[in-house]
């Protein structure tokens, strides 16, 4: 058998050979360039779109695409050509409208043109990289309409001065304004902006300079705020109508530039109306209008915070070194706290509670309090004064504000210690005299204390309710115990005293009336008897007695009086008259303590159960004293204070003074002594920024002081110098 031959087989396409007319491009652009004016004229509605679009479709397949594109480009210039000279021929305001409505015209004949050619646009357009249909008819708008040499700058002209006109209270077509408007973002971002928006700005930016300096010389700061505050308003909502969103930030930092950031410093010191008479007479909207405007420019807020705290710093500065102020400690610190109330007010309402203007206010008050040495002393007096007796006609909530306000002024005190010491004291008089209004109140100061200085601070003060607690309990013990032999003796009621809780009392002795010794001894037996190793010692100046006396015609009355003031009254039931030296003599007390008895005694209008010859305020050591059988009240309860001053001399101030510095010396050396232990070596300056970081809380430790307690711990073998460096200090273990 012969071998098969390999035969291979080829299968090619049907080449079928169509046979183009050679004018067939031609006559289809004819009739589709025939279209295209039909749609220009507004006759299209004859128009068959099925028939256009094959047509079109055709062409591109027959590779005649380049010449669709050229034709359709050529057809819309001459349409566009033919509008613009439509649109420049129209008069005065019809321009924009003409504009307008041949802009309207111009997207739907290209909507309608685009459906045509959507084959070309889907295939031919992106193969040879072309504009889109849509955007070349944008594109040719703006080229031939838009930036043609009589339109352009026509156009710009007719929108500023529509914004000008407006900005002079006319009312425009915003619905004009807002197409025309739309087409220049339609056509571009940098048609928009390069057309419009630059000289937009510009122009507003010359038309605000001007302004805003009319309004400086024409108006008072209050009233130049209001329009700046309306202009910006105004401009946004311009934007909203007409512009473009992202043109509100460029316009509104003009209006900021050229109506506040210029004239910032002019605005916030004007004369009778600027900021610091805003603050005298509490303008709170111009206040608050103000800070919003202000806020808005770069260091806006700062310069009105300086001011501000300027204005503060030297208000205060005046009401603490005012010596009229001085005279009563009680008015004075309640000038602070309405001063504090006023700024907190202004900052809450005006201010937006803004942190950095609340920050400003309490360095301004740290500042001014601490200039008066007083100022612990002035606010512990407030605080008794309120606690004594100033809170009864008020509720708990109201004792509440006002101890939150005191604690708001403590904070700012840097010698809280000095606080501390005529806090104890006037406390311990509250507590001794039965005069406190609240316990409540008092526990609520001491837990602010507490929380404010920690434990150490407030453990004595505690230690005093304690003891006051502790004696109710031993006087009861007393009576239960001794009720029998006490028989007719004298009531006793005894507040024992623990000598380290207690403010340091000089213990000047005083005769006391036998009848008063007698059960006076029977205590100190009863309570020596019931406590072992123990000690007391009678504190007659700072007791209290409530004495029953006959007058003539028999007019009785119960007179409540100082201890002192007791001894003085017994002494006159054996005599009628005693000399000034004779009282001293019989009751021991001391001269200065005893004038103010007597003054209290014999010199006070309605409290006078003693007369004195001759009849003056001062006392001598020759003026006499009589028992005043006249005397006559309409209360059967006298209460005679004994004159005291309120606040303290100058040198029960300075001998006060010196207390706390003794005080401080073992802190001070306390607070060495641990910087020591733990860093082992340092150098003074460093030294000293510890200590006066730890002891702030208390006091601000004066680096003099700092530097003696140093010399004193080196003397006791605290610490050594280094040999080779004499600032470098070394703690020895």
Sequence with gaps: MSAQRKRTFQI???????????????????????AIHEIYNCNASGLSFEELYRNAYNMVLHKFGEKLYSGLVTTMTYHLKEISKSIESAQGELFLEELNKKWADHNKALQMI???????????????????????????????VIHSSKSQARLLDTLLELVHRERDGEVINRGLMRNIIKMLMDLGSSVYQDDFEKHFLHDSADFYHLESQQFIESCDCGDYLKK????????????????????????????????????????????????????????????????????????????????????????????????????DPVDFVQRLLDLKDKFNKIISLAFNNDKTFQNALN??????????????????????????????????????????????????????????????QHLAKRLLSGKTVSDDAERSLLVKLKTECGYQFTSKLEGMFTDMKTSEDTVQG????????????????VQVLTTGSWPSQPSATCNLPAEILGV?????????????????????????????????????????????????????????????????????????????????????????????????????????FFFNDKFTSKLFKVKIGTVVAQRESEPEN????????????????????????????????????????????????????????????????????????????????
């Design 114 to 144: 685009r459906d045509i050619l959507m084959y070309m646009d889907r295939t031919f357009i992106p193969s040879t990289h072309k504009t889109p249909v849509h955007d070349l008819g944008l594109n040719l708008w703006s080229d031939v």
């Design 520 to 624: 006076c001894e029977k205590f100190r037996g009863y309570y020596l008897g019931t406590h072992t190793g123990r000690r007391l010692s009678w504190q007659t100046n700072m007791g209290t007695a409530d004495l029953k006396a006959t007058f003539g015609k028999g007019q009785k009355h119960e007179l409540n009086v100082s201890t002192y003031q007791m001894c003085v009254l017994m002494l006159f039931n054996n005599t009628d008259r005693l000399t000034c030296k004779e009282i001293e003599q019989a009751t021991q007390i001391p001269i200065s303590d005893l004038k103010r008895c007597l003054q209290s005694l014999a010199c006070v209008k309605g409290k006078n159960v003693l007369r004195k010859e001759p009849m003056s305020k001062d006392i001598a050591d020759g003026d006499t």
């Design 228 to 327: 700046a505050e309306g202009r910006l308003n105004e401009e946004m909502e311009r934007v909203s109508h007409y512009l473009d969103a992202r043109s509100e930030a460029k316009i509104t930092n003009v209006v900021e530039k050229e109506m506040i950031e210029n004239h910032m410093h002019i605005l916030v010191h004007m004369e009778n109306s600027g900021l610091v008479n805003m603050l005298v007479h509490d303008k709170y909207e111009d206040l608050g209008r103000m800070y919003n405007l202000f806020h808005r420019v770069p260091a806006g807020l700062a310069i009105v915070r300086e001011v501000m705290t300027l204005y503060v710093r030297d208000t205060g500065k005046q009401l603490v070194t005012d010596p009229e102020r001085l005279r």
């Design 363 to 424: 360095s301004s008050f740290e500042y001014f309090i601490n200039l008066n040495a007083r100022s612990p002393e002035f606010i512990s007096l407030f605080v008794d004064d309120k606690l004594r007796r100033g809170l009864r006609v008020v509720g708990e909530e109201d004792v509440e504000v006002v101890l939150v306000k005191v604690m708001m002024l403590f904070r700012y005190l840097q010698e809280k210690d000095v606080f501390e010491k005529y806090y104890k």
């Design 478 to 493: 007393f009576y239960a115990c001794d009720a029998v032999e006490l028989g007719d003796s004298p009531v006793l009621a």
């Design 654 to 733: 300075l001998e006060t003074r010196q207390r706390v510095e003794e005080d401080r010396k073992p802190q001070i050396e306390a607070a060495i002594v641990r910087i020591m232990k733990s860093r082992r070596t340092l150098d003074h300056n460093n030294i000293v920024a510890e200590v006066t970081t730890q002891l702030q809380s208390r006091f601000l430790p004066n680096p003099v002081i700092i530097k003696k307690r140093i010399e004193s711990l080196i003397e006791r073998e605290f610490l050594e110098r280094d040999k080779l460096d004499r600032k470098l200090y070394r703690y020895l273990a």
């Design 12 to 34: 090619e396409a049907f080449k079928h050979r169509v046979v183009v007319d050679p004018k067939y491009a031609e006559k289809t652009w004819k009739i589709l360039e025939h």
